[in-house]
């Protein structure tokens, strides 16, 4: 089991910044790669952005390339999205997911999910 704790979310301007953190226990957090998904009201969770196990690679949605970026610390098991120019659009919950594989897009082959974290930004 891999137990995920997301934390960072608040309340912030469009045209801010905010830093999501994700703190993996449980297992080797090197073996999986690791994504994150939001969900606004009323819509289906979607993908936000990936890293690969050693964090070499990464996958960006559109809708977030160039504002996102993603990353990890091994040594700290945890994996970190920075949020800049945020748009009310971006207001959601986002989690953070754990796979044993390589990284992926789809919500369904992630293995491990947090509790979600909140981001709301205010137009």
């Known amino acids: 089991q891999v137990q995920l704790v997301e934390s960072g979310g608040g309340l912030v301007q469009a045209g801010g910044s905010l830093r999501l953190s994700c703190v993996a226990s449980?297992?080797?957090?090197?073996?999986?790669?690791m994504g994150w998904f939001r969900q606004a009201p009323g819509k289906e969770r979607e993908f936000v952005v990936a890293i690969s196990r050693s964090g070499g690679g990464t996958y960006y949605a559109d809708s977030v390339k160039g504002r996102f970026t993603i990353s990890r610390d091994n040594a700290e098991n945890t994996v970190y999205l920075q949020m800049n120019s945020l748009k009310p659009e971006d207001t959601a919950v986002y989690y953070c997911?754990?796979?044993?594989?390589?990284?992926?897009?789809?919500?369904?082959?992630?293995?491990?999910w947090g509790q979600g974290t909140q981001v709301t930004v205010s137009s």
């Open positions: 449980g297992r080797t957090f090197s073996n999986y790669a």
């Open positions: 997911a754990a796979r044993q594989r390589i990284l992926d897009v789809t919500s369904r082959r992630y293995d491990y």
